[in-house]
């Protein structure tokens, strides 16, 4: 069988649907799948094992420039509609149902399937879908992704945990001789502090007050950063602390794998968090505006810290407060983050001992 599977981005939401893959590739072991994402992270999916192509789009390049993306965006439409008009595909399936993905279903002639008007995040897509699908809202978005593609599919869906499907052992060996190359220490905590949203980035004032307490305890610490805003914040985060090192300026994959490689991450609500879930790498998520049982970071080693702020989910992009000190995220205060940040690493070090088959009392 071979689908053509559109999911642009955001990252997190990338994350979201492997689980779904694998599901499909388990239950249809000759599954090939042509996947339509966002040019920055298609180095990523094409790890997953049901992935044969993937077909890059600029699209955050396009949204950017505003109208004056329109012409580059009618440019690769066309482009796109040349590439994949003559291919061979048993369906197609929208996995975003958003408007930005759903304008895309028409690219080939196979049938199309995507979430039905109660289901998808923007009502209005599922118009474009020839098979509407039926799945709640209330519930994870990993587990939305794996009904959808069953019953798209038609397969039985399983209730095995999810997997993503992604080399963790290959990614751990490119970032070792990454770090290597580098100078950077190979056994690390990392900070991923960066995220779109205003609304869920946590006082820096805090960051800061956390990386002088594992500085103190000569724990390494990695900080990434995407923006220059970001690069700016992880600068001062660092500024005069030994172990607290700024990573160089790299892609989402190259982030992925020094993620992989940690002893442990702490971070906001962010598509870097859900690698970590991903990787089985113990995940300390912070979270104020969005809802932990919809769209929180989804494994076995994940725990997260919820803001007790009374708005709280509020799903806003932007919060009404200029300072944001009084925003939902300053509910969760340094003590939390350093305790349970100080438990898993312990765990992970036990966990380490005893694999090694070393004894642990």
Same mark, same amino acid.
């Given at each position: 069988m071979r689908i053509l599977l559109i999911k642009l981005t955001s990252l997190g939401d990338i994350v979201h649907a492997l +689980?779904?893959? #694998?599901? /499909? *590739? /388990? /239950?249809?072991?000759? *599954?090939? =799948?042509?996947? @339509?994402? !966002? !040019? #920055?992270?298609?180095? $990523?999916? %094409?790890q997953h094992p049901a992935v044969e192509n993937v077909i890059p789009v600029p699209y955050r390049t396009i949204r950017k420039q505003g109208l004056g993306g329109l012409p580059m965006a009618i440019s690769q439409w066309r482009k796109l509609r040349r590439q994949l008009r003559g291919e061979t595909y048993d369906c197609v399936i929208d996995a975003q149902g958003l408007l930005k993905s759903a304008n895309l279903v028409f690219i080939n002639k196979a049938p199309t399937f995507g979430f039905n008007f109660q289901s998808a995040r923007e009502p209005l897509a599922a118009a474009l879908y020839k098979n509407r699908i039926q799945v709640s809202k209330n519930q994870h978005a990993i587990e939305r992704q794996r009904q959808l593609f069953a019953k798209a599919l038609n397969y039985a869906r399983n209730d095995n945990p999810a997997r993503y499907s992604l080399e963790a052992r290959k990614w751990k060996s490119e970032a070792s001789e990454f770090l290597q190359q580098h100078e950077l220490p190979s056994d690390y905590l990392m900070f991923l502090h960066g995220s779109a949203w205003t609304t869920k980035t946590w006082p820096e004032s805090r960051w800061r007050q956390l990386a002088e307490e594992f500085n103190e305890r000569t724990v390494d610490v990695l900080i990434p950063w995407g923006s220059n805003d970001e690069h700016d914040r992880a600068q001062r985060l660092s500024k005069n602390l030994a172990h607290v090192h700024v990573l160089p300026k790299l892609s989402i994959v190259e982030v992925g794998k020094i993620i992989a490689n940690a002893r442990a991450v702490a971070g906001v609500d962010s598509g870097l968090g859900h690698i970590a879930a991903a990787?089985? =790498?113990?995940? *300390? =998520?912070?979270?104020? +505006?969005?809802? +932990? !049982?919809?769209i929180g970071h989804y494994g076995k080693l994940?725990? $997260?810290? @919820? #803001?007790?702020?009374?708005?709280? +989910?509020?799903? &806003? &992009?932007?919060c009404k407060e200029a300072d944001n000190e009084k925003c939902c995220m300053a509910a969760i205060n =340094?003590?939390? @983050? %350093?305790?349970? *940040?100080h438990d898993m690493l312990a765990n992970h070090d036990r966990n380490q001992l005893s694999t090694s088959g070393r004894n642990v009392k």
């Open positions: +689980p779904a893959l #694998s599901d /499909a *590739l /388990a /239950a249809i072991p000759d *599954l090939r =799948v042509d996947w @339509v994402i !966002e !040019e #920055s992270y298609a180095e $990523m999916v %094409s990787f089985d =790498v113990p995940g *300390l =998520v912070l979270i104020g +505006p969005t809802d +932990p !049982e919809l994940q725990r $997260m810290i @919820v #803001s007790t702020f009374p708005l709280a +989910p509020c799903y &806003r &992009r932007q =340094v003590d939390q @983050v %350093s305790r349970e *940040l």
